[in-house]
């Protein structure tokens, strides 16, 4: 099989995974949002608007990852499915999650264990938090590098960086 057939069958896999870890990300932030919110017992500043700015990172992903799914499926020729727009979308969702995980691991001084318990309100869900945030940004980046390898060859073989991303 060629490339591009490998690009048909795992681009609606990387995105319906991305898409399905950023659902459990936004469940969890939009859940501890609430109760930092209602509560006002978070440990820190940063970790509370950390946690929103993990909370927007899910809504962007899923919102625009679901677009991006849609467009793979109903306009395969679109500007939308073109190697330089999926550049541009990775790229800056792939910025969102690589900050958005370093920071609420920053603010949770790099760990959670049982220890912990005392002194973060809930510790088990900001673990979970962390957990899914690397998981996500791992798999943007994955679709990331995957795009700028298809980008390259694709730019070889005379398509350019506007070219479809299936060609």
């Known amino acids: 099989m060629d490339f591009g ?10 995105f319906s995974l991305i898409i399905f870890c950023s659902i459990i990300e936004l469940s969890i932030s939009a859940w501890l949002t ?21 909370l927007f990172t899910s809504a962007w992903t899923i919102v625009f990852s679901g677009l991006y799914l849609f467009y793979f499926f109903c306009l395969p020729d ?11 979308f990775l790229f800056l969702t792939w910025a969102f999650w690589t900050a958005g995980a370093a920071s609420i691991t920053t603010a949770l001084s790099g760990e959670l264990n049982r220890n912990s318990q005392s002194i973060y309100a809930y510790s088990v869900q900001l673990n979970a938090l962390q957990g899914f945030a690397w998981v996500t940004e791992a798999l943007v980046t994955f679709a990331l590098l995957t795009v700028l390898i298809r980008g390259i060859t694709a730019s ?7 070219g479809p991303l299936m060609a």
Do not use: C, K, Q
Not at 156 to 162: C, H, Q, V
């Open 78 to 88: 679109g500007v939308w499915d073109s190697v330089a727009f999926h550049i541009f």
């Open 5 to 14: 057939t490998y690009m048909r069958m795992g681009h609606p896999i990387v």
């Open 156 to 162: 070889r073989r005379g398509y350019g960086i506007r």
């Open 34 to 54: 609430s109760r930092f919110t209602a509560s006002d017992n978070y440990f820190s500043l940063a970790e509370r608007d950390r946690t929103r700015f993990l």
